[in-house]
């Protein structure tokens, strides 16, 4: 395709930012279109068999409240036709090999696919050949049962309460975000640690208390040779065999989710136990596949079809909707206007829910390690800014933060506010449900009407030199995305799902390939050569001498 820039409709955004965009006032398009709400929110309904409540979950996403009138969503969709998002879309779907720097299908949909449409990769049936998804899931599904109900046991007979997942990167940050998501549904006589960090910290603290008579260890690598979960892995073996005096069977123990067999099993874990997934599913896309395993276990295998099932739902609808109705186009759309006709940097992510605590950090992987990239399609560097920096915290917390820039800066922060209706915890009488509702919809009021100095003026007692610190400029854009109900598995699953698929039509704009990940491969090798360095005598060699001094510097005060 071409760039981004290349396109007539970017040019056109270009003269209706410029004549249309940069004047949008906000809270005077409300006042003068009482429709707007209607006109820019959609939905999308969760079926009612997997929904968390009795009848089919409702999910709103307002987009009502962004710098955007009618003719810009028009041109926003232009944009996206003449590049292509649909056929590319299309393509990922038919399982053609959009990854095209590592000449791989994009396929992760198919984990999700409870359907059961057909699914090929060059001319394979992925969902219903031997090792396939559909084999795959039952694997988890008899897994799973048997450890929750204790079929499954330790050597010593013992059933199996405490899972140690180890993993880095999206073998670790999808479990934990959707573990600590789903608590509510999570199993209480289970303890999870998800142990990635090469820190010893990690995986000392999470050996600490645990019993290796109950302990079930899931080392989640899809290339099985990432250094981080390797060295963790070993550790947890050797502690394991020596806790156990040698008696441990590691077969009851361990098991591993990977793509990589002949790696697993020269770890000393039976193919048996190995929980497999092809190369067409990138790491960041893996919660939906065996690396979810942790997620089945502690919520049980119905609720992890139930997250599948709600994912498939956004999946459908991201492939069926006209662009101009189809939720995670249009928040990928808005993106790019954010981006690259405002100057945009940042894209906040904040859940008014405690329980997506982690959502954000996991979104960082998604959103970050998809469109940090420079390079467009035909091999030169793009002339636009890409992928934005994804950051959030769960509010009302990051009100007590960083919220103060978001509301005051200097910078336009685009932002995303997300709330369910119903608490699985409505606690006091559901005042705090209530609390944490008129803060969702406060923030986002306030950041689009702002105060001015006539309005502070107006409060008295104001000192005029302290009249413009008290002044809010307002105007600021904000998604506000309401569930129906509770957030369950499925509701979940259609959150996460949203999110991809924006990712995937900015990524599909810019024009560059969503699903590398090269940028990691650097650092890695430098650490390797550094690690050898430690242990041999003086401070390396062929550095700068920074790294030069601190390495001598860290080997002196270390004692290595
Ligand atoms: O699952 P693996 O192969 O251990 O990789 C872990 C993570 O490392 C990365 O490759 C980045 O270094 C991520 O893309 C991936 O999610």
């Given at each position: 395709?071409?760039?981004?820039?290349?396109?007539?409709?970017?040019?056109?955004?270009?003269?209706?930012?410029?004549?249309?965009?940069?004047?949008?006032?906000?809270?005077?398009?409300?006042?003068?279109?009482?429709?707007?709400?209607?006109?820019?929110?959609?939905k999308?309904?969760?079926?009612?068999?997997?929904?968390?409540?009795?009848?089919?979950?409702?999910?709103?996403?307002?987009?009502?409240?962004?710098?955007?009138?009618?003719?810009?969503?028009?041109?926003l969709?232009?944009?996206?036709?003449?590049?292509?998002?649909?056929?590319?879309?299309?393509a990922?779907?038919?399982?053609?090999?959009?990854?095209?720097?590592?000449?791989?299908?994009?396929?992760?949909?198919?984990?999700r696919?409870?359907?059961?449409?057909?699914?090929?990769?060059?001319?394979?049936?992925?969902?219903?050949?031997?090792?396939?998804?559909?084999?795959?899931?039952?694997?988890?599904?008899?897994?799973?049962?048997?450890?929750?109900?204790?079929?499954?046991?330790?050597?010593?007979?013992?059933?199996?309460?405490?899972?140690?997942?180890?993993?880095?990167?999206?073998?670790?940050?999808?479990?934990?975000?959707?573990?600590?998501?789903?608590?509510?549904?999570?199993?209480?006589?289970m303890?999870?640690?998800?142990?990635?960090?090469?820190?010893?910290?990690?995986?000392?603290?999470?050996?600490?208390?645990?019993?290796?008579?109950?302990?079930?260890?899931l080392?989640?690598?899809?290339?099985?040779?990432?250094?981080?979960?390797?060295?963790n892995?070993?550790?947890?073996?050797?502690?394991?065999?020596?806790?156990?005096?040698?008696?441990?069977?590691i077969?009851?123990?361990?098991?591993a989710?990977?793509?990589?067999?002949?790696?697993?099993?020269?770890?000393?874990?039976?193919?048996?136990?190995?929980?497999?997934?092809?190369?067409w599913?990138?790491?960041?896309?893996?919660?939906?596949?065996?690396?979810?395993?942790?997620?089945a276990?502690?919520?049980?295998f119905?609720?992890?079809?139930?997250?599948?099932?709600?994912?498939?739902?956004?999946?459908?609808h991201?492939?069926?909707?006209?662009?101009?109705?189809?939720?995670?186009?249009?928040?990928?759309?808005?993106?790019?206007?954010?981006?690259?006709?405002?100057?945009?940097?940042?894209?906040?992510?904040?859940?008014?829910?405690?329980?997506?605590?982690?959502?954000?950090?996991?979104?960082?992987?998604?959103?970050?390690?998809?469109?940090?990239?420079?390079?467009?399609?035909?091999?030169?560097?793009?002339?636009?800014?890409?992928?934005?920096?994804?950051?959030?915290?769960?509010?009302?917390?990051?009100?007590?933060?960083?919220?103060?820039?978001?509301?005051?800066?200097?910078?336009?922060?685009?932002?995303?506010?997300?709330?369910?209706?119903?608490?699985?915890?409505?606690?006091?009488?559901?005042?705090?449900?209530?609390?944490?509702?008129?803060?969702?919809?406060?923030?986002?009021?306030?950041?689009?009407?702002?105060?001015?100095?006539?309005?502070?003026?107006?409060?008295g007692?104001?000192?005029?030199?302290?009249?413009?610190?008290?002044?809010?400029?307002?105007?600021?854009?904000?998604?506000?995305?309401?569930?129906?109900?509770?957030?369950?598995?499925?509701e979940?699953?259609?959150?996460?799902?949203?999110?991809?698929?924006?990712?995937?039509?900015?990524?599909?704009?810019?024009?560059?390939?969503?699903?590398?990940q090269?940028?990691?491969?650097?650092?890695?090798?430098?650490a390797?050569?550094?690690?050898?360095?430690?242990?041999?005598?003086?401070?390396?060699?062929?550095?700068?001498?920074?790294t030069?001094?601190?390495?001598?510097?860290?080997?002196?005060?270390?004692?290595?």
């Amino acid at each position: 395709m071409a760039p981004a820039s290349s396109l007539s409709a970017w040019s056109d955004l270009h003269s209706h930012h410029e004549s249309v965009g940069k004047n949008i006032v906000l809270k005077d398009a409300f006042k003068n279109d009482p429709k707007r709400f209607d006109k820019f929110t959609r939905k999308i309904t969760l079926p009612a068999d997997i929904s968390s409540g009795s009848n089919g979950t409702d999910i709103i996403f307002d987009f009502s409240k962004n710098l955007i009138t009618e003719e810009t969503l028009d041109k926003l969709v232009k944009l996206a036709e003449e590049a292509g998002v649909e056929k590319k879309r299309d393509a990922m779907f038919a399982g053609g090999k959009i990854n095209f720097t590592e000449g791989r299908a994009v396929y992760h949909a198919a984990l999700r696919n409870v359907s059961n449409q057909t699914m090929k990769v060059d001319g394979v049936d992925v969902m219903n050949t031997k090792g396939g998804v559909n084999d795959v899931l039952e694997h988890m599904r008899v897994f799973s049962e048997q450890v929750r109900s204790g079929e499954w046991k330790g050597y010593t007979g013992k059933k199996l309460t405490t899972i140690i997942n180890v993993g880095i990167g999206g073998s670790d940050l999808g479990p934990v975000m959707v573990t600590e998501a789903l608590k509510h549904y999570g199993a209480k006589d289970m303890t999870l640690h998800f142990v990635s960090n090469i820190d010893g910290t990690h995986i000392a603290e999470a050996l600490a208390n645990s019993d290796p008579e109950t302990t079930l260890f899931l080392i989640a690598s899809k290339t099985f040779t990432t250094a981080e979960t390797t060295t963790n892995a070993n550790t947890a073996k050797s502690w394991f065999l020596e806790k156990t005096g040698g008696k441990g069977d590691i077969a009851k123990h361990f098991v591993a989710l990977s793509t990589n067999e002949s790696e697993v099993t020269k770890f000393g874990i039976d193919a048996a136990n190995m929980f497999g997934f092809e190369s067409w599913v990138g790491g960041r896309y893996s919660v939906w596949s065996a690396i979810g395993l942790s997620v089945a276990l502690y919520v049980g295998f119905d609720n992890f079809h139930k997250f599948l099932a709600g994912a498939h739902a956004m999946d459908q609808h991201f492939q069926q909707a006209p662009l101009r109705e189809n939720i995670p186009a249009i928040g990928g759309l808005l993106s790019v206007w954010y981006s690259n006709f405002y100057g945009a940097q940042t894209h906040l992510v904040a859940p008014f829910d405690q329980y997506l605590h982690r959502f954000p950090a996991y979104l960082q992987q998604l959103s970050m390690e998809s469109n940090g990239k420079t390079i467009t399609s035909d091999g030169s560097p793009a002339k636009y800014t890409t992928g934005p920096i994804l950051f959030g915290e769960p509010c009302t917390n990051a009100q007590h933060s960083f919220f103060q820039l978001v509301h005051q800066g200097t910078k336009l922060i685009p932002s995303d506010f997300i709330l369910a209706a119903k608490s699985h915890n409505p606690v006091s009488d559901n005042l705090h449900q209530k609390m944490l509702a008129s803060n969702y919809l406060a923030q986002a009021e306030a950041l689009m009407v702002g105060k001015t100095a006539e309005e502070v003026r107006a409060e008295g007692n104001v000192p005029e030199e302290l009249v413009p610190h008290k002044v809010f400029m307002g105007n600021r854009p904000t998604t506000s995305i309401l569930v129906g109900g509770a957030i369950g598995p499925a509701e979940l699953g259609a959150l996460i799902v949203y999110y991809e698929h924006l990712t995937f039509t900015e990524g599909a704009v810019w024009d560059i390939n969503s699903f590398d990940q090269w940028g990691v491969e650097l650092g890695k090798v430098l650490a390797k050569k550094i690690l050898k360095e430690i242990d041999e005598e003086g401070a390396g060699s062929g550095h700068d001498s920074s790294t030069g001094g601190l390495l001598g510097a860290f080997k002196a005060y270390g004692g290595f």
